[in-house]
Nanobody
Framework: QVRFVESGGGLVQPGGSLRLSCEAS????????MGWFRQVPGKAREGVLC????????YYMDSVKGRFTISRDNAMNRVYLQMNSLKPEDTAVYYC??????????????????????WGQGTQVTVSS
């Protein structure tokens, strides 16, 4: 059974950093585009960053450009989200995800969560002083 387990969330002050990790089992992250999404209560899950199968193209939500980066370690079967210069508006539950289809590319409209079928349980990130 496919399983993603996120870790690394927590409480951090504005301007701080966190590194989220997503470990996959029964799934090969190198064969798919992989993404990080976030969700706050009452709102839809939204794509934050996406890295395609060749690691060459990534999608960035405008508000995280220059602050967040996504990376993948195929040998460890993990995906990472490095978050720097965190802001209170980054507070959310962060999810690691994989698309329903291997050929999905990291560009709109395919960043919409509708196209993504594999999810972890999420990890809470709270940015507050």
């Amino acid at each position: 059974q496919v399983r993603f387990v996120e870790s690394g969330g927590g409480l951090v002050q504005p301007g701080g950093s966190l590194r989220l990790s997503c470990e996959a089992s029964e799934f090969t992250v190198g064969n798919y585009a992989m993404g990080w999404f976030r969700q706050v209560p009452g709102k839809a899950r939204e794509g934050v960053l996406c890295i395609d199968r060749s690691d060459g193209v990534t999608y960035y939500m405008d508000s995280v450009k220059g602050r967040f980066t996504i990376s993948r370690d195929n040998a460890m079967n993990r995906v990472y989200l490095q978050m720097n210069s965190l802001k209170p508006e980054d507070t959310a539950v962060y999810y690691c995800g994989a698309p329903k289809f291997k050929r999905l590319v990291c560009s709109p409209p395919y960043i919409d969560s509708y196209y993504w079928g594999y999810w972890g349980q999420g990890t809470q990130v709270t940015v507050s002083s």
